[in-house]
């Protein structure tokens, strides 16, 4: 076919070919300057000539390449240059009020329609000029679309433009939805694809990214294929913490992270709860003054709160009957193991006994099995997703009619000397420990969960209630899942004068918990309750083996930031 390009070289050749054909012999002007005798031009009439006819010839070159300049320009011109390109700075410039598209909702049946959505390039791929398939992600889904050139619509610039994204960069998508022949393997939404209209950058990416999700979010546990990349360090994941949260499994394990808040919550609003938030700083070193942090308070000093133990109980005595908080505690422990966090969410409650302690232990248990059933029922797209690269066997618990396994300290004890613990060791149960009789339970009895119940009163806190037949026990229970406790709680001494009692007991000053202490000589009803760790529960029901993978900006005592 013949272009305008073609047509403009012809002329040109043309024109170039009849400022060669001149003869150089004719005059110059008019044939005044001949040789003597009259035998045509004279030598410098012919010099005269030929230099004339060069500068014709460079004249015509010159125009012809113009012209063959202005053809190509006309051929190669970007018809799609209002398509596509880097947007201003969004600063809220408009709202003209356009339905934008979620990746997760698209199916077959939205073939033909035009969306709006706005996604990262999780990856792009250019097939020569003119044509490029982006896949698109949204959280967790992703879609695949095409760009390729088409006549008025869609230029070899648009295409170029668009397979020079670098991947995470976040784009506005205007397209149409087509049904795919076949499966797409690389994308969540399998059965469709977006054919790309409009594109456009909304923000891109300066420097080179830490590490590839793809790397991220290989198995933990499935042996290392050679021609791979290595698994991403765990601390490379937490000093580069908002990319390394972008992987599908970081974004499954915080969604089940907010389930299990949620569930907590829906259990006890249902149980008539109410939601309470105490302060966070306290004019006292509660519970135990090596563990709590010290800060400047103006002209002298407060402390972080280790827990909200003392406000709950002042709750009660306030009678709130029944009340919960999900909110921050803070550890000053330096201890750097793949279970502690210097600051962490805890779950806690307290609730008014009107009979028996175990009244608060039954009810933490039946919240914990709502907790199970409700991930188990309505997350299991998000644990699966944990699960490619956090192997584990499935977390298991007991229902009716056998019910949850309560142990005795001391019965928990005896299971460990028959598995060969050495009694001596054993006035308290360590981590070491509580993982073995974890392994003993699960093979024993095939359950994940279980409760020790009537801890030696000298491993808890001055304001646990002594047991009423052996005073050296106590009132108290901790739950474990998969070996590791979970929560520890226990009915709290409402009598002020023994609670006085027992404070100096354990060294601490009744005068510097007066506010405290006054409560209860207002009279208080009998009352217990308990503190969780979200992020343990997390943890040990996914089986992540590290607490730093179920925190979001964790914090330990080598790490401050991110």
């Known amino acids: 076919m013949t272009t305008v390009v ?51 010839k460079k004249k015509a070159e010159k125009a012809a390449k113009a012209k063959e300049t202005e053809a190509r320009a006309a051929a190669d011109e970007d018809y799609a240059a209002s398509k596509y390109g880097k947007l201003p700075m969004h600063q809220s410039q408009s709202r003209p009020g356009r ?57 070899k610039q648009m295409v170029k433009w668009a397979g020079s994204l670098a991947d995470e960069s976040i784009v506005l998508v205007e397209g149409t939805v087509k049904k795919s022949p076949e499966p797409i393997k690389s994308a969540t939404v399998d059965d469709v694809e977006i054919h790309i209209n409009e594109l456009w950058l909304l923000s891109g990416i300066e420097n080179r990214l830490p590490f ?9 546990t499935a042996p ?59 004019g006292a070193a509660t519970e135990s003054g090596a563990s709590v942090f010290k800060v400047d308070y103006f002209k002298g000093n407060a402390y972080l709160a280790q827990s909200p133990q003392l406000a709950k109980q002042m709750a009660i005595a306030a ?3 029944r009340v919960y908080e999900i909110g921050p505690v803070f550890r000053a422990e330096d201890s750097n193991t793949h279970r502690h966090l210097t600051e962490f969410v805890g779950l806690d409650l307290e609730m008014v006994i009107e009979e028996h302690y175990h009244e608060v232990r039954d009810l933490l248990d039946g919240m914990f099995k709502a907790i199970f059933r409700g991930l188990k029922e309505q997350y299991a797209k998000e644990i699966a997703v944990v699960g490619r690269q956090f ?108 609670l006085s009692q027992q404070m100096r007991t354990k060294g601490v000053d009744p005068e510097s918990m007066k506010g405290y202490l006054d409560g209860f000589r207002m009279g208080c009803p009998p009352h217990g309750g308990g503190g969780i760790g979200l992020e343990r529960v997390l943890m040990l029901f996914l089986k992540l083996n590290n607490i730093r993978r179920a925190s979001l900006f964790p914090r330990d005592p080598k790490r401050l930031e991110p």
């Open 6 to 56: 073609d047509n403009v070289k012809g002329n040109a050749e043309q024109a170039i070919n009849a400022v060669e054909s001149t003869d150089l012999r004719a005059p110059a002007h008019g044939g005044a300057e001949t040789a003597e005798g009259g035998e045509g031009p004279t030598k410098s009439a012919q010099k005269k000539a030929a230099k004339e006819a060069e500068k014709a």
């Open 99 to 155: 339905k934008r598209t979620d990746i997760s909702t698209l199916s077959a049946q939205n073939d033909g329609e035009k969306v709006l959505l706005r996604a990262r390039v999780q990856t792009s791929r250019l097939q020569g000029n003119k044509m490029v398939f982006l896949n698109l992600r949204q959280r967790t889904g992703t879609v695949q679309a095409l760009l390729q050139v088409a006549g008025g619509l869609v230029s």
């Open 212 to 220: 590839s999700l793809e790397d991220a979010g290989r198995s933990e």
């Open 224 to 282: 290392e294929v050679e021609g791979q990349s290595n698994r991403v360090l765990l601390d490379t994941r937490l000093n580069n913490r908002v990319f390394d949260l972008r992987t599908v499994t970081n974004q499954a394990i915080f969604k089940l992270q907010h389930a299990i808040g949620d569930l907590f919550r829906s259990y006890l609003d249902s149980s008539g709860f109410i939601e309470i938030h105490s302060p966070k700083l306290q």
């Open 319 to 321: 009678d709130f009957e």
């Open 391 to 498: 192997e584990a066997e499935e977390f298991k618990w007991r229902e009716s009619p056998e019910g949850t396994l309560v142990f005795t300290f001391k019965e928990a004890v005896d299971l460990l000397v028959e598995d060969g613990v050495d009694r001596k060791i054993l006035d308290d149960i360590n981590t070491e420990n509580e993982r073995r009789l974890g392994r003993i339970v699960k093979a024993k009895y095939d359950t994940d969960y279980f409760i020790i119940d009537k801890f030696p009163l000298a491993l808890r806190p001055f304001y646990t209630m002594p047991d009423p037949e052996d005073p050296t026990l106590s009132n108290s229970y901790d739950f474990f899942m998969r070996g590791e406790e979970i929560l520890s709680g226990a009915q709290r001494i409402h009598d002020p004068e023994f």
